[in-house]
């Protein structure tokens, strides 16, 4: 393809161009589309049937080489898409060289590209709901352990830990319907785009559609060849389920410090120290934390490379896969070492119910049951706040306190005040999304229906 040129390509500018070295990767989305497009042209008479089962047979076979690790690609030949071709020429000779017509490899790359995508976004929805049942079966485990609620990092009201773990349920089940949308989006063929025009023979585009597994065509062959909003789309989700998992990752850190105690890691998702043996470091959780912000890294490049590019295609669109593949291992490798992780760890159960047992906990629940003697809201919320700094000054706790020192901040408190407990207040939030037991046994088998792929 030098024809054009008087001099060979600087060997410089050869390894800076080339992508073989990554776009490997697609070699079996690139032999699926050529088998598919050697079957059109043969199906509309572009090329003879006879040639086309040649070059069926032949590309079958250096999926076999490249499969076996047989298959040296050269960087001379720039990209996957060129080894592949050159290699089909060696074996079935100038017959090779009829597949590229009716093509370019500006809509070569966008078909390889949107194949990838939507087999990777698959993966991604199966290791979410593998890691959602993982907290499912930890949430139903531990349904009746109380744990601390947190906001600003401070106690602030006791729920169950099925209901936070359950949060994290919701969390992903976002990202298993965004990577669906994701899915949606790359399904469009963008094959019969030609470079940029259409192209001048009487192709049948939804032949390709169906032999290749697209709902929709590309109606626009500019747009076919430039679009990369579904390799954005990805980026994005995957971005958004590392977040998650990133949040996730700080509250088992949290939680299994000494500070905190409500966990222990199983053996086999920590490490200990080079210095300290006594060491215990959640060094799994928190490289998914590290790793979140290349995932971000990633997203931004993209973003970047696209910005400012007139239309159609521009080489500038090579820069769309590393970052891609790169994602797509961390996100998929954090998916599947959290599922793991979940299923191993250990709940301090006595742990959660000591720092649940706060002495301030319940200062809510009393404020509501002032509500429910008459006082407004705003009101009770004073008096309550007052008794705090009554039983904080006198070194006590709310439920040390006596219905005599209850009744010196409120009149209106008697002394079933004093039967206010974890229990109760968790069994108080009993409407849909709530904390109590009934709520969490709904949402469990929700999250259940969810995970089977039933409607809910």
Known sequence: MRERFDKDVDRSARDYTQSVSFDILLYDYDIDGSIA???????????????????????????????????????????????????????????????????????????????????????????????????????????????????????????????HLLAYFEMFQRDVERFGDCWSRADVLPLGSGALAGVPYPIDREFLARELGFSQISQNSMDAVSDRDFVIEFQAAASIAMMHLSRLAEELILWSSSEFGFIELDDAYATTSSMMPQKKNPDVAELARGKT???????????????????????????DKEGLFDTVGTLLATLDVFTGMLTGLKVKREAMRRAADDSCIL??????????????????????????????????????????????????????????????????????????????????????????????
């Open 37 to 163: 497009h050697a079957r059109m042209l043969a199906k509309q008479g572009i090329i003879a049937e006879g040639e086309a089962s040649k070059i069926v047979e032949a590309l079958e076979s250096i999926r076999i080489e490249i499969d076996s690790g047989d298959f040296v690609p050269s960087e001379d030949l720039e990209d996957i898409h060129m080894n592949i071709e050159a290699r089909l020429i060696d074996i079935v000779g100038d017959v090779g060289r009829r597949l590229h017509t009716a093509r370019s490899r500006n809509d070569q790359v966008a078909l390889d590209m949107r194949m990838f995508v939507k087999d990777v976004a698959v993966y991604a929805i199966d290791s979410l709901v593998e890691l959602q049942e993982a907290i499912v079966n930890l949430a139903e485990e531990n349904k009746d352990v109380v744990v601390p609620g947190y906001t600003h990092m401070q106690r602030a009201q006791p729920v169950l830990l099925s209901h």
């Open 293 to 319: 912000g290349r995932v971000y890294g990633h997203l931004m490049a993209i973003l970047t490379t696209m910005k400012a590019l007139p239309l159609a295609y521009n080489r500038d669109m090579q820069e």
């Open 363 to 456: 200062a809510t629940d009393i404020a509501d049951y002032l509500v429910r003697k008459g006082v407004p809201f705003r009101e009770a919320h004073g008096i309550v706040g007052r008794l705090v700094r009554y039983a904080s000054g006198k070194g006590k706790s709310l439920s040390d306190l006596s219905i005599d020192e209850y009744r010196k901040h409120s009149p209106q408190f008697d002394a079933d005040v004093l039967s206010i407990t974890l229990e109760s207040s968790v069994a108080a939030r009993d409407v849909l999304g709530g904390t109590a037991q009934r709520q969490v046994e709904l949402q469990l088998e929700r999250a259940r229906q969810l995970i089977r792929g039933e409607d809910v």
